[in-house]
Nanobody, 124 residues
Framework: QVQLVESGGGLVQAEGSLRLSCAASGRTVSTYGMGWFRQAPGKEREFVASITWSGDNTYYANFVKGRFTISRDNAKNTVYLQMNSLKPEDTAVYYC?????????????????WGQGTQVTVSS
């Protein structure tokens, strides 16, 4: 079993920044990659960014390219999402997820474990 705990969400003004963290614990030795997804009220969960655990590859949704950066610290079993130039439309609950088997890191159904989510609210 793997447990994921997100932190770092909060209320920020437009054009501000936040850094989300996701700490993984438990059986993380077989981690292939981790990702961030978000879900706004009344909308489906959508992909934000992901990274292979080796750090060789990162993937981003078009709407965050140039604004968000995903990174990981293997020693701490933690993945980060640095979010800059935030917009009100970025308001959502942000979830981190972990995938153990090699495969795509964009679609949510490929992930094995999910965190509880952290709220990000961007005011205009």
């Amino acid at each position: 079993q793997v447990q994921l705990v997100e932190s770092g969400g909060g209320l920020v003004q437009a054009e501000g920044s936040l850094r989300l963290s996701c700490a993984a614990s438990g059986r993380t030795v077989s981690t292939y990659g981790m990702g961030w997804f978000r879900q706004a009220p009344g909308k489906e969960r959508e992909f934000v960014a992901s990274i292979t655990w080796s750090g060789d590859n990162t993937y981003y949704a078009n709407f965050v390219k140039g604004r968000f950066t995903i990174s990981r610290d293997n020693a701490k079993n933690t993945v980060y999402l640095q979010m800059n130039s935030l917009k009100p439309e970025d308001t959502a609950v942000y979830y981190c997820a972990l995938r153990q088997r090699p495969g795509g890191l964009i679609h949510p159904y490929g992930y094995d474990y999910w965190g509880q989510g952290t709220q990000v609210t961007v005011s205009s």
